[in-house]
Nanobody, 124 residues
Framework: QVQLVESGGGLVQAGGSLRLSCAAS????????MGWFRQAPGKDRQFVAA????????YYADSVKGRFTISRDNAKNTVYLQMNSLKPEDTAVYYC?????????????????WGQGTQVTVSS
């Protein structure tokens, strides 16, 4: 069992940066791939980025490649999403998720555990 709690969301101007954190409880955290997803009002949940359990491989959606960086610290049971050069279209609720899944699988239903989400709003 893994419980996930996101933090770090907020309001930022276009071009700015935010760093999201996802704190996990449970001793098995380090065995799970971790992903970040986002959901804007009226839209489906969208894959953003994922990182392998060991931290040595990452995968990004084309829309965020080169702007966002996913990382993890297994000693702290935490995964991060550094978001730079933010755009208004990045506005959404951001969720972290854990699963025993290949990181290049962008399907939300492949993940077993989800956080409650954190709101990111980018103003133009």
């Amino acid at each position: 069992q893994v419980q996930l709690v996101e933090s770090g969301g907020g309001l930022v101007q276009a071009g700015g940066s935010l760093r999201l954190s996802c704190a996990a409880s449970g001793r098995t955290f380090r065995f799970y791939a971790m992903g970040w997803f986002r959901q804007a009002p009226g839209k489906d949940r969208q894959f953003v980025a994922a990182i392998r359990w060991s931290g040595d491989n990452t995968y990004y959606a084309d829309s965020v490649k080169g702007r966002f960086t996913i990382s993890r610290d297994n000693a702290k049971n935490t995964v991060y999403l550094q978001m730079n050069s933010l755009k208004p279209e990045d506005t959404a609720v951001y969720y972290c998720a854990a699963g025993r899944i290949a990181i290049d699988n962008p399907r939300p239903d492949g993940y077993d555990y989800w956080g409650q989400g954190t709101q990111v709003t980018v103003s133009s």
